[in-house]
């Protein structure tokens, strides 16, 4: 289904900041940023997981849908993402790692973008804990444009995730409570493991 907005710029002229959605940003020194572009009730679950990846030591950005329904009405897409506010934030980092919700049962971590280098050490991580990793077999969904917003950091390349349905269900107590989430302690499991990767990538480096 195609986005109601095509851009930021559009989606302003029609939605209101703090009720309809609201903006989360942490500027940290982390070569590394950690976005969450369809948080809050867009896609379930993001806000949370990229917060608990980014925790006190990585730069960190949501846009987040509070509407009471239709939150889909507030997705951009990847390659639309044109929020200043991000923007101001990606400029600053080396490479952007972004948490996306993908709609399939399975328990599975879709791994895309144009950073093989941190892309492996995160496939090696995130396995050791225990995570099925692979690509997603839609071209739509790897993250491999070059003007997808995990792509344009400093270094023109970022990693996507894709985190499934089932997966982000496991994650939290109950997934589609509107009242909100509470996490089980596998969140802090996989957060913990995709830190991990990076700081690996980024060994030698003054901060991840």
Do not use: W
């Amino acid at each position: 289904m195609a986005d109601r907005y095509p851009s930021y710029h559009a989606l302003r002229q029609n939605e209101v900041e703090g009720r309809d959605y609201a903006i989360a940003v942490q500027q940290r020194q982390s070569r590394v940023a950690i976005l969450a572009p369809h948080g809050g009730f867009i896609e379930t679950g993001t806000t949370a997981i990229a917060a608990a990846i980014a925790a006190d030591v990585l730069s960190y950005y949501s846009f987040c849908g509070l509407k009471p329904g239709n939150n889909q009405d507030l997705h951009i897409t990847s390659t639309c993402f044109d929020e200043p506010r991000c923007h101001a934030l990606i400029a600053t980092a080396h490479s952007v790692l972004t948490v996306h919700g993908e709609k399939s049962s399975r328990d599975v971590v879709f791994l895309g973008g144009l950073d093989e280098a941190l892309g492996t050490h995160l496939e090696r991580t995130l396995g050791a804990c225990g995570f099925a990793v692979e690509p997603h077999h839609n071209p739509r969904l790897q993250g491999r444009h070059a003007q997808n917003i995990c792509n344009l950091g400093q270094s023109g390349r970022g990693v996507q995730l894709e985190l499934s349905r089932g997966l982000r269900s496991s994650l939290f107590l109950d997934h589609n409570s509107a009242a909100g989430l509470v996490a089980t302690p596998r969140l802090q499991v996989f957060a913990q493991a995709v830190r991990q990767g990076i700081q690996e990538c980024y060994a030698g480096t003054r901060t991840a």
